[in-house]
């Protein structure tokens, strides 16, 4: 505040830099599927957006809803990324590249009437513990009070509630983790795409979430083995 920054011009400095170092930003620990599951993803989404209704336009550039699966998501302080970056790197030093299978397509309503679609992704014991360790591993980086200001380009965020982010662990950890990677809003009315599809998930990145949860914004990234 003014009264605790008043004083010394090096006392104010000092104020100024730990408000700035107190921002918060809303970040998605993903895995990013390779190119033929990206194009299949945009290409499902484009579907929806003929549709009328979808919102989320899928893409590969900075600004973009970048097809992802999410492992956990919350929000830290912009001081804490470099080593939330440096525990991840080392962290995944030893992961193997996973091999995984979308089942198909599946459908959820959010916030009463609105229809989700996504591909659904065969929950194995190695992405379950993959969702479980780097949410111990970081978990602790994680704070309460998200709002509008921590999402990437926080003007073009439409949401008005964002108690999902807090409550992840709560309502989307452990048991309650469920592998996907979202194609947007509506209900997918072509299905001639044939399922399972198998791909394997080369890359694990952390994003700067933006509208409706969606990565916006790589902010590091590293190739499994």
């Known amino acids: 505040s003014r009264s605790l920054c008043r004083g010394s011009f090096l006392f104010s400095l000092e104020c100024g830099l730990l408000l700035i170092n107190m921002n918060k930003v809303a970040i998605d620990i993903v895995l990013l599927p390779p190119d033929e599951i990206v194009d299949l993803a945009i290409q499902l989404n484009r579907d929806l957006s003929d549709s009328g209704r979808n919102e989320i336009k899928l893409g590969k550039s900075e600004g973009e809803a970048m097809p992802h699966m ?36 599946d459908t959820e309503k959010i916030r009463g009437d609105i229809t989700v679609s996504s591909l659904g992704i065969q929950k194995i014991d190695e992405i379950q513990k993959l969702h479980e360790n780097v949410g111990n591993e970081l978990k602790g980086f994680f704070s309460g009070g998200a709002s509008r200001e921590m999402f990437y380009n926080p003007p073009g965020v439409s949401m008005e509630e964002f108690s999902y982010i807090d409550k992840f ?55 499994l083995r």
């Open 70 to 105: 999410t492992l956990v998501m919350g929000c830290v302080e912009e001081i804490g990324l470099g080593k939330i970056e440096r525990i991840m790197g080392s962290f995944i030093e030893d992961l193997a590249i996973l091999d995984l299978e979308i089942y198909g397509v």
């Open 169 to 223: 662990f709560e309502v989307a950890g452990g048991e309650k983790f469920y592998p996907h990677i979202t194609i947007g809003l509506g209900e997918m009315q072509d299905r001639s795409v044939k399922f399972p599809i198998m791909f394997r998930a080369e890359k694990i990145a952390i994003c700067h979430l933006g509208d409706y949860y969606t990565c916006r914004k790589v902010l590091w990234y590293k190739n």
